[in-house]
């Protein structure tokens, strides 16, 4: 079935979210990273500027940046609605109010959209949709990241995502996935049979992090070709 980007909710963040989100350390930062389901998160845009090596993989990089724009434009006030019903599942710390909540978010993909066609000229922003084989050597990458995407959207199935995991431990040594529960912040049978899937092949980790927005959600998976 085609990729239809008014089927997709693009909601962007930055690089400090990243880091936090993935307890990316300096020695971290030295490495080749993946991002998959990237969207328009500017994590690529300001990581690149840093020095660091990272590409980007999502669906939506077929399209143009007016396209995702108006994308973007058109989800922006369904999600804030959202938001602001949800109020109380949030921890409201770092990010203080959903005002604050819209301008950053603004600003990360507005840093993404000024940045989209000289990332993509650069080989940073690369279309491809997961399980799909990706056009890389294996272990290509030394880190793959998801945030916001795999075991949050638990309707794409247990199949889905043992393929796609499979797709990303090929080209990365090691991966990682943010956060571990679904939209609506619950935990899921998923992981269970994910953590289950892997444990035999792989080092399974579940480690608390920096980055707790949604209530709960403040663990990340890691999976690990090195015991
Ligand atoms: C909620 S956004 C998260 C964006 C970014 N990772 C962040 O945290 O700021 C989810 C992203 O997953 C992407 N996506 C949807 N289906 C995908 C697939 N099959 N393979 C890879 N990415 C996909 C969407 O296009 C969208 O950009």
């Given at each position: ?34 991002g998959f389901g990237d969207g328009p998160a500017c ?142 912040a619950e935990k899921t049978e998923l992981i269970g ?35």
């Amino acid at each position: 079935m085609a990729f239809k980007l008014n089927g997709v909710v693009p909601w962007g963040r930055n690089f400090g979210e990243y880091r936090d989100m993935f307890r990316l350390t300096e020695d971290d930062l030295k490495k080749k990273l993946a991002g998959f389901g990237d969207g328009p998160a500017c994590f690529n845009r300001e990581f690149t500027e840093r020095g660091g090596s990272v590409i980007s993989f999502d669906p939506i990089y077929q399209f143009t940046r007016e396209d995702i724009e108006r994308r973007i434009n058109e989800v922006r006030v369904e999600v804030m609605e959202q938001t602001r019903r949800n109020r109380d599942n949030y921890v409201w710390m770092k990010i203080k109010s959903p005002e604050e909540l819209e301008n950053l978010r603004m600003s990360a993909m507005k840093r993404f959209l000024d940045d989209y066609d000289k990332g993509r000229a650069e080989g940073r922003y690369v279309y491809h949709e997961l399980p799909d084989r990706l056009p890389f050597e294996d272990d290509h990458f030394d880190t793959g990241l998801s945030s916001h995407f795999l075991l949050m959207y638990t309707s794409l199935g247990y199949d889905f995502h043992i393929a796609s995991m499979t797709e990303m431990l090929r080209v990365c040594k090691e991966i990682r996935v943010f956060p571990i529960v679904d939209l609506d912040a619950e935990k899921t049978e998923l992981i269970g049979s994910v953590i289950d899937y892997f444990r035999k092949d792989f080092r399974v980790d579940i480690v608390s992090t920096d980055y707790e927005f949604q209530k709960g959600d403040n663990k990340m998976l890691i999976i690990g070709k090195e015991r």
